[in-house]
């Protein structure tokens, strides 16, 4: 088998081995999340379409990549939009039709899991409107071929996001790692990611998916390259305030039960406050100034209180066990064996 294993080797020419042969002209596959995208779609695909054409062409990746465009149950023309590029170059794009809009989280990993299914070396995941700068992927092609499993697009400005929307962004990575979830800051799923880690990926089995949590619990050597988002390109954020909470919310509530932990907190606080009174009552029954029935009432609605939420936590830290072993996410993944 060793001497085998050699004469593969040294026909690869470097001997470096066939992982390293991975890294040379890797195919990369690019995965596009749509829903009701039809207005910018064709632009696009041409900007991506010249991006791609000029890194197979100077040798960076393999000429088997391509660009999968998963539409994400729009009720626009996206599909036939999809459909029509894909009559043009057969070769180059592709499309995946959700038969349902189950959200971008969603449609991101069946597009990733897709690529991963036709063989890609790496998978970069970027959004359909531009916002993202393209030119990070060249970067991106970089760290993959010197070696990282993931390398996370990371916004080093936000000139273009309202104020709103940066202020909000920027507490909500910081409430989510407060919570004891790891996440990259400034990141939004414009990432590559090795086949590798795809594979990490499809073990996670949750429903309710925040891939920007997922991700950077999966380990592996990653780095990080910086970019400036730009505006959307074309028609309008899919993103308004409504969903932007949900997300937030849902990006928490999947990686922390320490919201259930603030009960059970608040239920000592309101039996520290019931004892607190207790002391004040006796001492001013001792200097013989002690209001009638204040101190029965007052104490026993704190001490009943506090042993409420006291309990609810405890039953909550159960549940959120519970939740947690539901996910039946994988405990630990090898990387390698000696
Ligand atoms: N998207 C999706 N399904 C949805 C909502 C959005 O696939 O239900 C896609 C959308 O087409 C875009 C990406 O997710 O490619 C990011 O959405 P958007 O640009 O509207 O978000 P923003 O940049 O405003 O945060
Ligand atoms: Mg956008």
Redesign the pocket.
């Known amino acids: 088998t060793n001497t085998q294993k050699a004469g593969i080797t040294s026909a690869g020419g470097d001997g470096s081995g066939e992982r390293a042969d991975r890294r040379d002209q890797p195919v990369v596959y690019f995965v596009?999340?749509?829903?009701?995208?039809a207005e910018g779609l064709v632009h696009t695909a041409d900007v991506l379409a010249a991006k791609v054409a000029h890194l197979t062409e100077t040798g960076r990746i393999s000429k088997q990549s391509r660009i999968l465009f998963?539409d994400?149950g729009s009720k626009d023309d996206t599909w036939s939009i999809i459909r029509n590029l894909h009559e043009r170059d057969a070769h180059l794009f592709g499309g995946v039709k959700l038969s349902h809009?189950?959200?971008?989280q969603n449609?991101?990993l069946a597009g990733l899991m897709t690529a991963r299914a036709y063989g890609c070396d790496a998978a970069i995941s970027m959004?359909?409107?531009l916002?993202d700068d393209v030119n990070a992927v060249d970067e991106f092609i970089d760290g993959f071929c010197n070696g990282n499993e993931i390398v996370y697009g990371v916004r080093s400005a936000r000139k273009k996001d309202t104020w709103f929307k940066r202020t909000t962004a920027e507490a909500f990575y910081k409430v989510f790692e407060w919570m004891g979830a790891e996440t990259v800051p400034d990141h939004?799923d414009y990432r590559l990611m090795s086949r590798e880690t795809l594979d990490a990926l499809s073990e996670y089995h949750e429903v309710n998916l925040f891939l920007r949590g997922i991700v950077p619990t999966l380990g592996y050597q990653t780095s990080k390259v910086y970019y400036e988002r730009g505006e959307?390109e074309a028609g309008e954020?899919?993103?308004p305030l409504k969903k932007m909470i949900a997300f937030a919310i849902q990006g928490i509530t999947s990686f922390s039960t320490k919201p259930l932990s603030f009960v059970t907190g608040a239920g000592l606080l309101s039996i520290l406050v019931a004892i607190g009174m207790f002391v004040y009552v006796l001492v001013s029954l001792g200097f013989g100034h002690a209001i009638a029935g204040w101190g029965s009432m007052m104490i026993s609605i704190w001490l009943i209180g506090g042993l409420i939420m006291l309990s609810l936590g405890i039953v909550g830290e159960y549940v959120g066990k519970i939740y947690m072993e539901s996910k039946h996410r994988p405990r630990y993944r090898i990387e390698t064996t000696l």
């Not at 809009?101 to 971008?104: E, F, S």
């Open positions: 596009l999340p749509c829903y009701n995208e998963v994400d809009n189950r959200g971008h449609a991101l959004d359909a409107d916002q939004a959307r954020s899919k993103y």
